[in-house]
């Protein structure tokens, strides 16, 4: 998994759980709190009874980014928080992606948000070359 739209690193010696905490650490290094977590596995097996591999959405947040985006454009909200996704990998480690926010606030056509992205960007960049 390697989406054009995100910032991807392969851990092909990690385990699930330990990328999770390493994911979360990196967050919080960067300046973001996660706001929200979805078990995509959890979830599914839950509401459709079927099995999939673990897979981790958190909506991360950093203030100040997201203060600037909405002072900048109130609808930025439809796309915020940035998700970061940390996901099983078959035959073992994980995939951590961030959302590239470059991408994402592409359709923003507004003064400023282009280099905001662009500057939120090398935050969840650094994120995801600590892991």
């Not at 650490?25 to 459709?48: M, P």
């Amino acid at each position: 998994m390697n989406p054009s739209y995100g910032i991807t690193r392969e851990l092909p010696d990690t385990e699930f759980d330990q990328a999770v905490e390493r994911a979360r650490t990196a967050l919080k290094s960067e300046g973001f709190g996660v706001l929200t977590e979805i078990d995509v596995r959890a979830t599914l097996r839950k509401k459709l009874d079927v099995d999939f591999p673990p897979y981790l959405i958190l909506g991360a947040c950093n203030p100040p980014f997201a203060h600037q985006a909405l002072l900048a454009e109130p609808g930025i909200g439809l796309l915020l928080p940035c998700n970061l996704i940390v996901a099983a990998r078959e035959g073992g480690g994980t995939t951590v992606s961030a959302i590239d926010p470059a991408k994402a606030f592409e359709i923003v056509n507004r003064e400023g948000m282009k280099q905001l992205a662009e500057d939120l960007r090398c935050k969840l960049q650094a994120v995801i070359e600590k892991l």
